[in-house]
Structure formats: C-alpha cells, structure tokens
C-alpha cells in the first residue's frame, strides 16, 4: 500500500472548510415531491427557458425527483439526467418513479458525499445543472460550487435556488460570493416567489 504524503495534510484543510449543516432527513422527500409544491415552485415552467432535447443535465440534491423527471422529459432519449445526493434512499424511491414515468433510462442516479458529488468523469460536459434547496444543506459550500463549475462545459447554466425561510438574504449573498469565487458568471433571472435564486454561467 503507497502512502501519501498530503492525505494527513488533506483531512485538516477539509475539516477547516466545514460548515455546521443540516440535511433535509430522508422520509421528508416525500413531502418536497409533493404535486402541491408545484403551486410555489413548478419545475416545467422554471426548467423551460433553461431545458433542450440532448442535453446532459446534473441535478445536485436531487432528492425524490421533483426536478429530476420534468427534467428527463425535456432533454428525451437523447439527453441525459445525472441525479446525485447523499442519501441513498431518495434516490431509490427517485428510481422508482422514474420507471413508473417512463424516463428510467433518460435517469442515472448517484450516491455521493458532502466532500464529493462523484462528477469527475463529466467535467466539461454537463449544458445544465440544478441545485434546489441545497447549497444551504452542505458541509463544503464553496467546494460543491466549484465541482459543478467543473463539470459544466464552456456556456453551461447552473441555476441555484435556495428557500427564503431557510436562507437569510445575506448568506445567499455569501453563496453568490461564492459562485463568483469559483469562476461561474451571474446572468439576468427572473426571481422565483418564496425563493431566492441565481442563473449563472461557465464563460
């Protein structure tokens, strides 16, 4: 086994980067995929202006799939939808309402952790990519922003939205601090009722 030399050196600066977080307990998926969510937040309006057939989208903290199956309908049987978050129970009952929805093999679905969303083999790829109501759930902020920056390809959208009775408009400033840091270019966004949130760009 070869040791290496920046490992011991590695786990303090992950730790320094913590945050104190919470994650959104598994059984509450059900209620964020709730149809009635759709009265404050509905994916096919939002995903429209955003969504093309053959895209390959990564949908971060995906959850139950609120997102993720309105996702898979826009991009079709050439696209492609890369689904990741922490637990590995929301996806499992993603999975399975993909199947009953007919976009099961436009769906993959990734376990990943706070340090790793598991995207490596994408960078540069990815047209699209979401992340609702999570930026605020993770231990490494500015690592998970950069990751996505990483996966998406010159031009490639990232569209960031964060709950306003979770997240304070100041550390949503943090976050677009944060995105800006790591490369990603703010654009123009309508805002979202009961939500804060940015559309930003790999230039």
């Not at 959104?24 to 009265?39: D, F, H, K, T």
């Not at 922003?145 to 939205?161: A, D, H, N, T």
Request: proline residues 6%; charged residues 25%.
């Amino acid at each position: 086994m070869t040791h290496d030399p920046n490992a011991s050196e590695a786990r303090p600066a992950a730790e320094a980067e913590r945050r104190a977080h919470h994650v959104c307990p598994w059984w509450v998926g059900y209620l964020i995929a709730s149809p009635l969510r759709r009265m404050a937040e509905d994916p096919s309006s939002i995903l429209a202006p955003l969504a093309q057939p053959g895209m390959t989208v990564v949908d971060a903290g995906a959850a139950m799939g609120f997102f993720s199956v309105p996702l898979a309908r826009f991009v079709g049987d050439t696209g492609r939808v890369v689904c990741v978050d922490v637990q590995p129970r929301m996806l499992s009952t993603l999975s399975k309402r993909a199947k009953r929805r007919g976009v099961a093999h436009i769906i993959e679905c990734r376990a990943c952790t706070q340090e790793n969303l598991g995207l490596s083999d994408l960078e540069g790829q990815v047209d699209l990519a979401l992340a609702v109501h999570v930026v605020h759930e993770t231990a490494f902020p500015r690592r998970f922003l950069s990751q996505i920056y990483e996966v998406l390809r010159p031009g490639g959208k990232f569209l960031l939205i964060e709950p306003r009775g979770h997240v304070s408009e100041s550390n949503f400033d943090k976050t677009r601090s944060l995105c800006r840091e790591v490369g990603l270019h703010e654009l123009e966004l309508k805002q979202l009722r009961r939500s804060r949130s940015l559309l930003l760009e790999r230039t």
